[in-house]
């Protein structure tokens, strides 16, 4: 079985503070993605990552980076938190292009807060 | 750029009630297309997709969708829901050269016992 391992099922943190939140996946997946999910919106890419050390802004990258080091692990990172990020953070892994048929494998998801 | 909507944002209804939840995209192109589930407390599971061939797909669970190329559409149906299908339903669309999926903004399931 294919898993997702979100660090952090649930954070509470401080305006300005630096966030990580990992992922790790235990499938050899070429890709890594991060979303958010919001009530009403849906779930929205942040950024996504095709191989090591490769990583590609989504839809909405602002106030975030990523770092892909090892195939298997794909941190999202908060440089200075704010309240709006407050969200429920997913991850997700795949295999690579023209594999996409096999559709994503996602993680329970980090629950963050931030006050 | 892609986008999916779902028409409805919270659908209830009672146990054996039959149900369809509407998905259209705005993509013009060849599009690749998925429904995803989430329970309660749980992660997102796939629940059926659609790649080439027959537009009616079966998924698991009892669960079906129709591809409608000149609708835009890819609907999902069920003839009789459970209480266990309460849930939170998103779907998804990718292009054939497309890395990542475009979501909609889901359709909240509450089926009543």
């Known amino acids: 079985d294919v898993k997702v391992t979100q660090s952090s099922r649930y954070l509470v943190k401080r305006t300005g503070e630096k966030v990580f939140l990992e992922c790790v996946q235990d499938m050899d997946h070429e890709n890594m993605f991060w979303y958010r999910q919001d009530p009403g919106l849906g779930l929205r890419l942040i950024y996504f990552s095709y191989d090591v050390k490769m990583k590609e802004k989504g839809d909405i990258p602002e106030g975030y980076s990523v770092s892909r080091e090892k195939k298997e692990r794909f941190s999202l990172i908060l440089e200075s938190a704010s309240t709006n990020q407050t969200s429920m953070y997913l991850c997700?892994?795949?295999?690579?292009?023209?594999?996409?048929?096999?559709?994503?494998?996602f993680g329970s998801g980090t629950r963050l807060t931030v006050v | 750029a892609q986008s999916v909507s779902q028409h409805n944002h919270h659908v209830i209804l009672s146990e054996a009630a039959s149900l369809e939840l509407g998905c259209n995209y705005s993509?013009?192109?060849?599009?690749?297309l998925f429904w995803y589930v989430q329970y309660p407390g749980q992660h997102l599971q796939l629940l059926l997709k659609?790649?080439?061939?027959?537009?009616l797909v079966k998924g698991i669970k009892g669960f079906e969708a129709e591809f409608i190329k000149s609708k835009f559409s890819f609907n999902l149906r069920k003839p009789s829901v459970q209480w266990s299908d309460t849930a939170e339903y998103f779907c998804?669309?990718?292009?054939?050269?497309?890395?990542?999926?475009?979501f909609g903004p889901g359709t909240r399931l509450s089926v009543l016992p």
């Open positions: 659609y790649f080439s061939g027959d537009p």
């Open positions: 997700a892994s795949s295999l690579g292009h023209t594999r996409l048929y096999y559709g994503y494998t």
């Open positions: 993509y013009g192109g060849t599009v690749n």
């Open positions: 998804a669309v990718t292009h054939n050269y497309g890395q990542n999926f475009v």
